[in-house]
């Protein structure tokens, strides 16, 4: 999966504190990540994540995707609405067993922020787009701008290891559930919740003594140096997307470090 440039551009959504795009940022200032951030996009204005970026001076933009819930906008303009709007909702896996009235209605509301956002993104081409915390789902009109036939475009962090435990507190259901090991995922985008394909994925322990912010920390220093040396695995065209015969993508590292970089992270991660 190689790119035309040395520096994989990149755009990065968040919604919060921004402690991953820290993380990537600094790795950048480093030399040890060979990528330049193009812009960063919160659908929150108050994100600390943006003040992170201001001051390395990297542009910053905010869509406030509450502005299109139905306090604020009652009524939807239809004709604001993408032209294959209909093909949108026929390949959703986002929103299950909802009446067909209230997918339509809660897709569209999703589809009209994204367009804002995409309309920033759109003359900077980016060549990546980094979820990083991002609070939001994100709808097949958004996910069709970016993945193309051969080649996925959007990376997203999650803190567990999928396919157990998706959606919005990887670390809270894991902790809850009694796991004795936990654990980070890199992964693509597709149209489902954290159903992409899998680059990698990291694990640590949770001791008998543990509390969750322990193991949220514990959790959070592997997602700091795995999603970031994926985003340097695509720079350097070391990620190879392959089809199973019933349609599956699956994701190959073609790094001879892979192994190594992954017995290390995980020995840090089992030092107490």
Not at 84 to 94: G, K, M, N, S, T
């Amino acid at each position: 999966m190689k790119t035309g440039s040395n520096r994989l551009k990149l755009a990065i959504l968040i919604s919060g504190g921004g402690t991953n795009l820290q993380a990537i940022i600094d790795r950048i200032d480093a030399g040890k990540l060979d990528a330049e951030i193009a812009l960063v996009v919160s659908n929150n204005q108050d994100a600390y994540g943006l003040v992170r970026a201001q001051k390395h001076g990297i542009s910053t933009a905010v869509v406030d995707y509450r502005k299109y819930g139905k306090k604020l906008l009652p009524e939807i303009d239809k004709s604001r609405l993408p032209s294959q709007f209909a093909e949108v909702i026929e390949r959703q896996r986002i929103f299950q067993g909802l009446p067909a009235e209230e997918i339509w209605d809660r897709l569209a509301r999703l589809v009209l922020a994204e367009q804002e956002v995409i309309e920033l993104l759109d003359p900077l081409t980016p060549e990546l787009i980094c979820l990083a915390g991002f609070m939001r789902l994100i709808s097949p009109y958004f996910i069709e701008q970016y993945n193309k036939e051969d080649r996925y475009g959007i990376m997203n962090i999650h803190p567990a290891l999928l396919p157990a435990f998706p959606g919005s507190d990887g670390y809270g259901d894991t902790f809850a559930y009694g796991c004795r090991f936990g654990g980070i995922t890199v992964h693509f985008v597709d149209e489902g919740e954290d159903t992409g394909p899998i680059i990698a994925q990291a694990t640590y322990p949770i001791w008998p003594d543990d509390i969750l912010d322990q193991v949220k920390k514990r959790g959070l220093k592997l997602e700091y140096a795995l999603y970031s040396k994926c985003i340097q695995w695509m720079a350097q065209g070391d990620l190879l997307v392959e089809k199973s015969k019933d349609g599956r993508s699956s994701v190959r590292i073609q790094d001879p470090k892979y192994p190594q970089f992954i017995e290390e992270l995980t020995k840090q991660a089992f030092t107490r």
